[in-house]
């Protein structure tokens, strides 16, 4: 549904040298799909996201969505979109935004009241309805950021670091919400610099690092990679046997660390249990998504 080939943007000012944004980035969102981009700081996510709105446009290559530029796209279906700094008038109150920005995405008057009702209610915001944007916690001004994306039903998603401000509690929720978004007809985009939410939201992640995609992640594939990878186990006891099966394991307290792939880490874990140890706990020291932009963007 969304395609970017081969695409490029240059800054230019009058006195100061251009600065090359993006060059030659080339993907594809599928309908049905979720796409995350990752990168560092200065990578190009942002110009990437304005150009995909029809925002920017692009000074070389081709984006479309659904066969159309994006800003024919946009004018035509619309986007949800959901910017990484909600930039609205503080002094309006929470529902009197909502109502604005329902008229603003063309809902029919009939059905303005209904869709704030449902998003207020999907983001938990009701004791803040009356309040002023002012007043909200930053937490709450970016659930209100949230709703007013979902107030129309679009075909195209777009969030920018959606969970910026989020407790813990509702970064959960927002992924619940991905999820009942998820729909064969409809594309999404997630930037955001929370590789371990993005590993749990994506079927698939760009990483882009000065100016270009360095790395695709199909996550399922890379969570399932026989590379090996940093465990961290946690025994009651024992640790010292338990570290003996993985060559060059380091030990602190009750804590082993150690380099393996799945089939030696199993093994190794087997055979200290068999001898009596008490695992208590497995995990990578680093997801499989971390690790993939850790290697990308230092290479």
Known sequence: MIVLENVGKTYRSLFGSPVRAVSEVSLEVRAGEVVG?????????????????????????????????????????????LPELISLPLQWRTDE?????????????????????????AVGIAEHRGKRLKSLSKGNLQRAGLAQSLLAD???????EPTHGLDPVWTARFRDIVAGLRRPDRAMVVASHNLDELERLCDRVAIIDRGRIQRIVTVREAAGSAEPRRWRIRVMAAAD???????????????????A????????????????????????????LEEAFRSAVTS
Request: charged share 20%.
């Open 37 to 81: 981009i990752a990168g560092p700081n200065g990578a190009g996510k942002s110009t990437l996201i304005a150009m995909l709105l029809g925002l920017l446009p692009q000074d070389e290559g081709r984006v479309t969505i659904d066969g159309q530029a994006p800003r024919a796209f946009v004018q035509r279906e619309g986007i949800a979109y």
């Open 97 to 121: 935004m909502l109502k604005r920005m329902a008229a603003l995405a063309g809902l029919a008057p009939a059905e303005r009241a209904l869709a704030v009702e449902r998003v207020i209610e």
């Open 154 to 160: 679009r075909r195209v998603v777009v969030f920018d």
């Open 241 to 259: 046997a338990v570290a003996a099966r993985f060559p060059g394991a380091t030990v602190t307290g009750n804590d082993i660390e150690c380099l």
């Open 261 to 288: 792939d799945v089939p030696s880490l199993n093994r190794g874990l087997a055979e200290a249990i068999a001898t009596g140890a008490l695992v208590v706990s497995v995990g990578a020291i680093e997801s499989s």
